[in-house]
C-alpha cells in the first residue's frame, strides 16, 4: 500500500466523537482503548489538525501520587473533577501545554494523559507551528509536542471531548498484540506503575527510557 493509500485509509478510519460513557470508565481501561482513535483540533488559526493517538498514560486520582488531583481540588485540578470526556489542559515547565481526557464519574478526578500522535490531517499546519523540524515523526512524538502541533492551549481546558474545537473521535482499535505497557515515563513518584500504553513498533511513539524498558 503506498503512503497516501495508507493515510486515506486511516482518514476513513475515524468515525463520530467518542461518547461520554467510553471515559465513565476505569482509568487504566480507557487509556488502552484510546490507542487507535483520532483526536482532532479546529483551530482559528489555519484549519483542522488531527491525529491516531499512539501513546497514552493513566493517572488514577487523589491517591496517585503523580496525579495532579493528589493536591486535591484546586483551581488548577477543577477540570479533572468534572464529567467524564472533558479536556484537561495544563500548563508544565513554564512553556508547554499537555492534553488530558478526563475518566470515570464526577467527582473521581482521574486522566488519560495523550502522549503521542500519527499524524492523519493537517501535517502542514504542524509543521508549520513546530517550526519544520528536521523528521515528521518529531512533529507529535510527546505530549507537549502534540499539543503545539495542533494547537491545543489554555483555551481548551474544561471543554467537552464530544463536540466543538477539541473531539476524540473512534478509529481503528488496535489489537492487544500490537499494545505495549510500560512504567509512565518523565515523572518522579509513582513512577514504576506500568501505567503507559503505547503501539509497538509505531515511529511516533516518545522516545523510551532504558530503564523503563521491558
Known amino acids: 500500500m503506498s503512503p497516501g493509500a495508507a493515510l486515506a485509509a486511516r482518514r476513513r478510519g475515524s468515525g463520530a466523537a467518542l ?31 488531527s491525529g491516531r493517538i499512539v501513546e497514552t498514560e493513566a493517572y488514577l486520582g487523589e491517591h496517585d501520587a503523580a496525579c495532579h488531583a493528589a493536591a486535591g481540588y484546586t483551581a488548577r485540578t477543577a477540570p479533572l ?9 495544563y500548563f508544565v515547565y513554564g512553556m508547554h501545554w499537555c492534553v488530558n481526557a478526563v475518566t470515570r464519574r464526577r467527582g473521581l478526578p482521574s486522566a488519560v494523559l495523550i502522549r503521542a500522535l500519527e499524524p492523519v ?6 509543521r508549520g507551528r513546530r517550526r519544520h523540524p528536521r ?10 509536542k502534540v499539543c503545539e502541533a495542533l494547537g491545543i492551549d489554555a483555551r481548551y481546558n474544561g ?21 505495549l505497557v510500560t512504567p509512565r515515563i518523565g515523572i518522579r513518584k ?21 530503564h523503563s524498558r521491558g
Open 19 to 49: 461518547p461520554a460513557r467510553f471515559f465513565a470508565r476505569d482509568t487504566e481501561f480507557v487509556a488502552r482503548e484510546l490507542l487507535g482513535c483520532i483526536l482532532e483540533c479546529r483551530s482559528a488559526d489555519g484549519g483542522v489538525a
Open 81 to 89: 473533577y468534572g464529567a467524564p470526556g472533558t479536556a484537561y489542559v
Open 121 to 126: 490531517r493537517g501535517i502542514e499546519l504542524m
Open 135 to 144: 523528521r515528521d515523526r518529531d512533529l507529535t512524538n510527546g505530549p507537549a
Open 159 to 179: 471543554v467537552s471531548l464530544q463536540r466543538g474545537a477539541l473531539v476524540i473521535r473512534a478509529g481503528a482499535r488496535v489489537p492487544d498484540g500490537q499494545v
Open 190 to 210: 509513582a513512577a514504576d506503575w506500568p501505567l503507559r500504553f503505547l503501539v509497538a513498533d509505531n515511529a511516533w511513539v516518545s522516545r523510551t527510557p532504558a
